[in-house]
């Protein structure tokens, strides 16, 4: 049973346009959740965490966390060509050292 | 800044045969991990390890050996190679808990 559930699969947007990404999990324990891309050919790389309820942003980019309904987005504003990637959500409970990751997201950004 | 680095990064083998990847990493992290990363499927957790020669089983560890001799490097062992198997694995490192993995560029593993 996957634990944490990514939607939608595949997004497409223009350039310089609002990509919205969404995650929820199955599990009210998670407490921690992360934010990865990964580019074709490379291994994934950590954009941004968040732990705690409400926004946080870097950048482009802002997380949303809400553990009530145990919702995380992630929204990336001004989208780039290089922001295409497949995108994945990471979610971790105390007391465990690893985390469970979604199936990803592939975001196109269309020039 | 440091790296991982994952050899071979292509894997070939035959059905039933015992395969090795290994995984080394320089940032002097605590916490490695072997996740498999099947098309659609996202990545899902092998192995990981707390420390030197510490082992702990993820939800896929059937069918894998792993090893952490030294604490810059992780080994996996693929017991017996599926027929059609085709997946790429990835080795994390980590300083702490909770905090970002640092992944490899993976090894891309073919059983024919």
């Known amino acids: 049973q996957q634990k944490v559930q990514q939607s939608p699969e595949s997004l497409s947007v223009p350039e310089g346009g609002m990509a919205s990404l969404n995650c929820t999990s199955s599990?009210?324990?998670?407490?921690y959740f992360w934010w990865y891309r990964q580019h074709s050919g490379e291994g994934p790389k950590a954009l941004m965490?968040?732990?705690?309820?409400g926004d946080k942003k870097e950048g482009r980019f802002t997380a949303h966390l809400n553990k009530a309904s145990l919702h995380v987005s992630l929204h990336i504003r001004d989208s780039q060509p290089s922001d295409s990637a497949l995108y994945f959500c990471?979610?971790?409970?105390?007391?465990?050292?690893?985390?469970?990751f979604g199936k990803g997201t592939s975001l196109t950004v269309i020039p | 800044g440091g790296i991982i680095t994952q050899t071979p990064k292509f894997l070939i083998g035959q059905e039933g045969q015992k395969l090795t990847l290994k995984c080394q990493q320089n940032f002097n992290h605590d916490t490695m991990y072997w996740y498999r990363q099947d098309s659609g499927k996202g990545l899902r957790l092998i192995y990981y390890?707390?420390?030197?020669?510490?082992?702990q089983k993820g939800d896929l560890s059937e069918g894998y050996d792993a090893s952490r001799e030294k604490k810059s490097s992780f080994s996996l062992t693929v017991t017996s190679a599926q027929k059609n198997e085709m997946a790429v694995f990835l080795c994390?490192?980590?300083?702490?808990?909770?905090?970002?993995?640092?992944f490899g560029p993976g090894t891309r593993l073919t059983v024919l």
């Open positions: 990471a979610a971790s409970e105390p007391g465990y050292q690893n985390f469970y």
């Open positions: 965490s968040i732990f705690s309820d």
């Open positions: 994390a490192s980590s300083p702490r808990v909770y905090a970002e993995q640092f």
């Open positions: 390890s707390i420390t030197e020669n510490d082992l």
């Open positions: 599990d009210r324990n998670f407490q």
